[in-house]
């Protein structure tokens, strides 16, 4: 099975968190799957819990599969899937590519206000 880069960050961080120190709140407001960057360590603990948690024994042929499997597990150190502000890689993006961010955040915002009407 092969994935793309989104479909791997939705897939593997679908059990975090965010944190709930409300000093951490401000620069975790405005994470979105669309600007979701996280470091290698972040990463590590990330799918380290994952494993830890029986991932690897369960079996899965699609996208859709991993994330049931993903759902199934029970964590066994969910502190692991909190994320801090420290977890995130902050990139300074250009200009264009904010613009692009900006309108599929504002399209994505719309679509959900939709399914929930």
Do not use: K, Y
């Not at 948690?53 to 859709?64: D, I, K, Q, R, V």
């Not at 994320?83 to 590519?97: I, K, M, T």
């Amino acid at each position: 099975m092969s994935l793309a880069t989104c479909q791997m960050v939705a897939a593997f961080s679908r059990r975090c968190r965010c944190s709930r120190i409300p000093a951490d709140q401000p620069r975790l407001l405005v994470v979105t799957l669309l600007r979701l960057g996280l470091t290698s360590a972040a990463w590590e603990r990330i799918l380290g819990e994952l494993i830890a948690s029986g991932l690897l024994l369960a079996t899965f042929a699609s996208l859709a599969e991993l994330r049931d499997a993903i759902d199934a597990l029970t964590i066994s150190t969910p502190a692991n899937l909190i994320l801090s502000p420290g977890d995130c890689s902050w990139a300074s993006p250009s200009p264009h590519l904010l613009l692009r961010w900006a309108v599929a955040d504002a399209l994505w915002q719309l679509r959900f206000r939709l399914l929930r009407a």
